[in-house]
């Protein structure tokens, strides 16, 4: 069984960066799909950043040149580098993982693991 485990989030300024881990235990292959969704209070959830199952990168269009999604070398921990915060980034943010081939859009529905979120606020 996987459990995934966010940290990273707080309370920050517009213009100001943060980098959120989700760190997983048990096991993660290489060819899972892994990602990062948000919810803001009263949104849908928003598929933010996925490394595709045979390694692309994709980005919400909201974030691109923003955030930077990457893992560690073992897998075990999936990191999300947001830097030039806005307000409209406040959310809680969500890893994903799931060992079929996901779209962006479909993680927050589809991904079947996933962590409990960490609040990420942006101040003006």
């Known amino acids: 069984q996987v459990q995934l485990v966010e940290s990273g989030g707080a309370s920050v300024q517009a213009g100001g960066s943060l980098r959120l881990s989700c760190a997983a235990s048990g096991y993660i292959g290489s060819g899972y799909s892994r990602g990062w969704f948000r919810q803001a209070p009263g949104k849908e959830r928003e598929g933010v950043a996925l490394i595709e199952r045979y390694g692309s990168k994709i980005y919400a269009d909201s974030v691109k040149g923003r955030f930077t999604i990457s893992q560690d070398n073992a897998q075990n921990t999936l990191y999300l580098q947001m830097n030039n915060l806005k307000p409209e980034d406040t959310a809680v943010y969500y890893c994903?993982?799931?060992?079929?081939?996901?779209?962006?859009?479909?993680?927050?529905?589809?991904?079947?693991?996933r962590g409990q979120g960490t609040q990420v606020t942006v101040s003006s």
């Open positions: 994903a993982a799931d060992s079929r081939y996901l779209l962006l859009g479909q993680i927050s529905a589809l991904a079947r693991y």
